[in-house]
């Protein structure tokens, strides 16, 4: 396919998840990346510091500044961090919502040089009705059938490897992050493949080349 919007910066990329879904990402530039997470910062703020003070020992000028420098400290105590760790996943969802939402399409069919065929939301619910009624039976999911189905069934893959150490499999990557990398250019391009526009990935199986 042919590089889109003529700037030689590649306008599409082609990701197939291990579900069998083939996912069309648009590039999402810094500033809109940049924006997203001031969004999630406005909307899940950390937990004020004066909620979690710290004891500290010795002299102080005055009970006042002790008392700030107390609750400046709350960064060390760790209900405090526990706290912020919550909001940091909260705010991780937010993301991963947003750029699902703006940079990545489900791909129902698409031939080469006819326009694309998305999934609806619906569609895509139906796809994977079988397996959202069983994973229902078992699993807590989230109610909205439709993200489920995204979450749970297309984005399915965990890339797993060998702990250096204990040799167990360890499970180091989920195929929406390898999304989110692609969506973000974490992933260097040759300059065959920015100069093509196009780029075509797949679910990452051991000892298999894509």
């Known amino acids: 396919m042919s590089n889109e919007n003529g700037t030689g910066n590649p306008s599409l990329i082609v ?21 997203i997470k001031n969004r999630a910062q406005e909307v899940y703020p950390y937990p004020d510091k004066a909620d979690y003070p710290v004891t500290l020992q010795g002299s102080f000028i005055s009970e006042e500044l002790k008392k700030a420098a107390e609750i400046e400290a709350a960064d060390s105590n760790p209900e405090y961090q526990k ?38 939301a619906d569609e895509l619910v139906n796809h994977f009705a079988g397996k959202l009624l069983k994973l229902r039976k078992f699993a ?31 499970s180091t990557d989920w195929d929406f992050a390898y999304v ?7 992933i260097p391009l040759s300059h065959s493949e920015v100069m093509a526009g196009i780029r075509y990935f797949q679910y990452p199986v051991p000892g298999k080349s894509t």
């Open 140 to 170: 807590d999911l989230p109610e909205d059938d439709y993200e489920a189905v995204v979450w749970h069934c297309v984005f399915n893959g965990n890339r797993l490897i060998p702990h250096r150490e204990s040799g167990a499999l360890t």
């Open 83 to 120: 706290a912020c760790r919550a909001v940091d996943l909260e705010r991780d969802t937010f993301e991963n919502g947003a750029i699902l939402e703006i940079a990545v399409r489900f791909v129902r069919q698409h031939n080469p040089g006819e326009t694309a065929l998305y999934y609806t």
């Open 180 to 186: 989110k990398q692609l969506a973000i250019q974490q």
């Open 15 to 35: 990701y197939e998840t291990k579900s069998g879904i083939v996912c069309h990402i648009e590039v999402i530039n810094i500033a809109t990346l940049r924006a």
